[in-house]
DNA sequence: AGTACTTGATTCGGTTACCGAACATAGTCT
DNA sequence: AGACTATGTTCGGTAACCGAATCAAGTACT
């Protein structure tokens, strides 16, 4: 087990309190451990835990709840984290829906609103829109008292916490390069913080879904545009201008359709979600029969006739896999992660896409270790990435205890906001 | 200036020094400095760096040289780093070669040793050649009572430093997965470190050469072979299994000419040096006014031919830098680094095989600040990747600064060398 | 030149965050 | 019952810092 890190000496009494905050770490990771097993796992002494845990017990975020089994001496006392000490918001934002999820500190969904809205167009009834459903997950989820720790937001386009006042122009121009949303923070008292759809995709299948226990991961979210967030050693990774997993305009064909980038035959020329309905549409001209002709139909009828067997939906299916696998090899050569996970639109498929993606994936792969790479299909599905919003704020608060103290002093009788 | 990382409690007295290690790569990397300014910009009061200091002083590798200019008070004493305290044997070993070179503290290069060898096939053979040119270098290049820190070794093949004794026998299958160069750090009584090449080459460049100051950065190596090294936040990427950065097999053209991999259309078949080389002499039939027609020519005469204006050579280098940009391109999308050094066989044409590089990839990345990522030549050239493995031992000299102290016990009055 | 002020370096006492030893507690094993 | 073992707490000790005071050596103003 790995040592904690020990702290610094504190000048400040209100400083960060670094041993404490990998205590509290330590707690939240095994559930239920003991003062004993927290020395020894983090090496540390035990008069030291004692201390330590101590002075996290009052917060609440930790209690003892009875006793564990004896090792050949006195049975030990277990402290549990109390996974529903605070609740977080997880907002997404899609090019043309929002979604909020109210979590609790384990990604468990406790509520969740979403629908849909231009939000590319109209950055106010964006906002207000966010308040709104903010509002009615907290209403809906809330058990009276639970202090709300904070809020996370996705976004649909590159975003560079360096510099969180500068908004792509390009995915949103009517957003004039800012988000505008410290409002809603303001509104209950607690901090916001904000990243990019397919990072927090990725950090949500990395801490509670398809990605657990692989350090090194890739998520693709195939959706009207396709993304890739990457977390690397544990962490989310964004490049030097925070513009990482572009993955969407990778040339596969350079004869192809032009793109709106305006290169040819990049990938979301082929499989981005317009590119799948449209081939789908070829296809029936030759396929009447299939149960999608004579009638409009979206993604989501492509893929319940595609997991039906319908010959023209597994099809597309099967040709998205083959370009998407192409792009997935470059990956695996490149950046060698333990897993892929594929979320979005055509997650749902399951084996379906997989199979013909692992296929084309490990067929252009050299090195074995490469080729070992686990490719998954996401587990959280159409929530992951409102999970990984409020999953930013966790992570936060659990490398900076003061949050989790912060949010305490803003419990509140009613359902958590605070009139100001 | 960042925060100086401060030092845990040590109950062992032989313990690390974080604060003391943290101390001296500041003075390292600002290379004068004074207390005063130590102070200031670790965030340490002054005292704490009075007492630091005094500390390290007696190991030589920092010393007093006289005093800097008056900021209107007292002159401060100004601490050097002293780049000649020690010196490092880094060892490339390449597909058919070693070379060996011995540098200072700064990267420079003291002594340079390299012969051909059929490395892969002749491991017994190998490790000989590897300790009778590391001799000359230190017969050739070590002032007197200069103590040697450390031995690194630069691979042509993948390596995890996780697992050193796995060796990937696909590339070097004489060699039966393991090293066996324990002897040779033993015989200098130092330790031995290793890692990929494509790796310490862009350690080296990140540290000495074209990509100082880029913290994200990936270097590619043109050879017989093609790889790619990634520094991610100052550090080196190795991915989840130690394989990420092969790149030579990112399939261009689906229907090219086989590659040794099984696959078909790999960037290596198109540009590895043997297939410019066929590519060339294919374009002499054309051009039998060519200066390379009629003789036989290796990747030298090809450079050269190239520099001088050859249209066969420049329209070689000019079709390269074409497939390459391609894969640059997915590379800057993907991981979105602030530059790009290539190095290797072609690295000498410079801008002639810069600018139809920049203009490919430029011309197939979307996001504005992914394509402002610089694409430079390598500095360091034909000695990188030695130099990187030398500087492999230098950083985790600089990280756990027990190295050194290891290395002063060392120092003989020969050349270096211990008889055992 | 003399004086006030500034910056640099050291000394020394104080504080913090940890450890270790001793002890109380509560279990197991024979 | 007695020996032994593991858990948790108390308390004194100490390494690794800081801060204030002091000395040192420069500049700036009068």
């Known amino acids: 087990m790995e040592r904690v890190r020990k702290g610094e000496r504190r000048s400040d009494p209100d400083g960060p309190r670094p041993l404490a905050d990998a205590v509290l770490r330590l707690i939240w990771r095994e559930r ?31 209690n003892e709840v009875g006793l564990g089994e004896s090792r050949g001496g006195r049975r030990p006392v277990l402290l549990e984290f109390q996974d529903d000490a605070c609740v977080i918001l997880g907002v997404e934002m899609g090019a043309a829906h929002v979604a909020v999820a109210l979590t609790d ?12 809205h231009p939000v590319r167009t109209d950055p106010e ?24 720790l904070g809020i996370g937001v996705a976004l649909p386009c590159p975003f560079d ?23 809603v923070g303001d509104r209950y008292g607690v901090p916001l913080m904000a990243d990019n759809d397919a990072n927090l995709g ?20 195939l959706a009207t545009g396709i993304g890739s967030g990457h977390i690397i050693d544990g962490e989310i990774y964004r490049g030097a201008t925070g513009v990482a997993g572009e993955v969407g305009h990778t040339a596969i064909d350079p004869q192809g359709k032009p793109c ?30 299939s149960v999608l002709a004579g009638r409009g139909f979206g993604i989501a009828e492509l893929e319940e006739a595609a997991l039906a067997g319908d010959a023209v939906a597994v099809e597309v299916a099967e040709e998205a896999a083959g370009h998407l696998g192409i792009v997935v090899a470059g990956l695996l050569n490149l950046m060698n992660p333990s ?15 997989l199979v013909p993606l692992r296929e084309t994936a490990r067929s252009r792969t050299l090195v074995s270790s490469v080729r070992a790479a686990e490719i998954r299909a996401s587990e959280l599905g159409p929530k992951s990435v409102a999970i990984g919003a409020a999953t930013l704020v966790l992570k936060a608060a659990l490398n900076d205890s003061r949050l989790f103290r912060a949010a305490e002093t803003n419990a509140t009788g009613s359902v958590g906001r605070r009139e100001k």
Not at 105 to 116: C, P
Not at 133 to 146: F, I, K, M, P, S
Request: charged share 20%; with cysteine; net charge negative.
């Open 32 to 62: 239920r451990i003991s003062r004993a097993s927290i020395a020894e796992s983090g090496g540390l002494s035990r008069s030291t835990v004692s201390e330590v845990v101590n002075e996290i017990l009052p917060t609440g975020l930790v």
């Open 105 to 116: 500190l384990r990604g468990g969904v406790l509520a969740w609103e979403t629908r849909e």
């Open 125 to 148: 009834g964006t906002r207000a829109l966010i308040a709104e459903l903010a509002d009615a997950c907290l209403e809906n989820g809330v058990q009276e008292g639970r202090p709300l």
């Open 161 to 183: 916490p360096a510099l969180p006042d500068e908004l792509s122009t390009i995915v949103l121009p009517a957003w004039e390069g800012h988000l505008g949303l410290e409002g």
């Open 202 to 221: 990725a950090l949500a299948e990395h801490w509670w879904g398809a990605g657990r226990g692989a350090d090194d991961l890739a998520y693709i979210k």
């Open 260 to 289: 709106i980038c305006g290169l040819k035959g990049c990938l979301v020329t082929l499989i981005g979600t317009p590119a799948l309905l449209e081939r789908a549409g070829e296809l029936l001209s030759e396929h009447p029969d």
């Open 339 to 353: 897993m892929v996970v594929v979320g979005g639109d055509l997650a749902g498929l399951g084996e379906l896409l």
